[in-house]
T-cell receptor, first 112, second 116 residues
Framework: AQKVTQAQTEISVVEKEDVTLDCVYETRDTTYYLFWYKQPPSGELVFLIRRNSFDEQNEISGRYSWNFQKSTSSFNFTITASQVVDSAVYFCALSTTDKLIFGTGTRLQVFP | DSGVTQTPKHLITATGQRVTLRCSPR?????VYWYQQSLDQGLQFLIQ???????AKGNILERFSAQQFPDLHSELNLSSLELGDSALYFC???????????????FGEGSRLTVL
């Protein structure tokens, strides 16, 4: 069975702090995809990144970076120099076939 | 703007009633997915259609049904509504379907259903 665990329910930081959101996944498949989505207070789900199971290269996009480690089944997300606009719920997700399974989300609050 | 359109945005109804949520996928996307987001259950996959045919099923109740029409829009029908059905219902679309999932899902803004 596939499972995604986001153990951090809520994180609060002050602006400009770095913050890491943890994601641990379970799957027996060798081919799979991992995702991060952002859900701001307005409610829509915004795609942030996709990684496939064969590509463990870390990725950086501006203030966002992702650390994929197959050895620990983790796909962590770091926001550097957080901003108030980063306040949202962040979901990690796993896909092995045609459905995307989400973690329970981490609510990030960035205070000025 | 993801390109996925959902209507209505908000819906308030009473227990026992039936409602239909509509979704228009992004142009060119053949797959439509429905998800339910409630406070205590998180984001739950309900069902997926690919080019008009049911492709995958998740935690969808028997009181719920869906279909995808020839023009690729999809409808989610919720009947005999209960208080616990109050949730945000998301539709998403993607390019890939039958051959295996490789692309990201693009989500609509959701339809918020309140059952009183």
């Amino acid at each position: 069975a596939q499972k995604v665990t986001q153990a951090q329910t809520e994180i609060s930081v002050v602006e400009k702090e770095d913050v890491t959101l943890d994601c641990v996944y379970e799957t027996r498949d060798t081919t799979y995809y991992l995702f991060w989505y952002k859900q701001p207070p307005s409610g829509e789900l915004v795609f942030l990144i996709r990684r496939n199971s064969f590509d463990e290269q870390n990725e950086i996009s501006g203030r966002y970076s992702w650390n994929f480690q197959k050895s620990t089944s983790s796909f962590n997300f770091t926001i550097t120099a957080s901003q108030v606009v980063d306040s949202a719920v962040y979901f990690c997700a796993l896909s092995t076939t045609d459905k995307l399974i989400f973690g329970t989300g981490t609510r990030l609050q960035v205070f000025p | 703007d993801s390109g996925v359109t959902q209507t209505p945005k908000h819906l308030i109804t009473a227990t026992g009633q039936r409602v239909t949520l509509r979704c228009s996928p992004r142009s060119g996307d053949l797959s439509v997915y429905w998800y339910q987001q409630s406070l205590d259950q998180g984001l739950q996959f309900l069902i997926q259609y690919y080019n008009g045919e049911e492709r995958a099923k998740g935690n969808i109740l028997e009181r719920f049904s869906a279909q995808q029409f020839p023009d690729l829009h999809s409808e989610l029908n919720l009947s005999s509504l209960e208080l616990g059905d109050s949730a945000l219902y998301f539709c998403a679309s993607s390019v890939v379907g039958l051959a295996g999932y490789t692309g990201e899902l693009f989500f609509g803004e959701g339809s918020r259903l309140t059952v009183l």
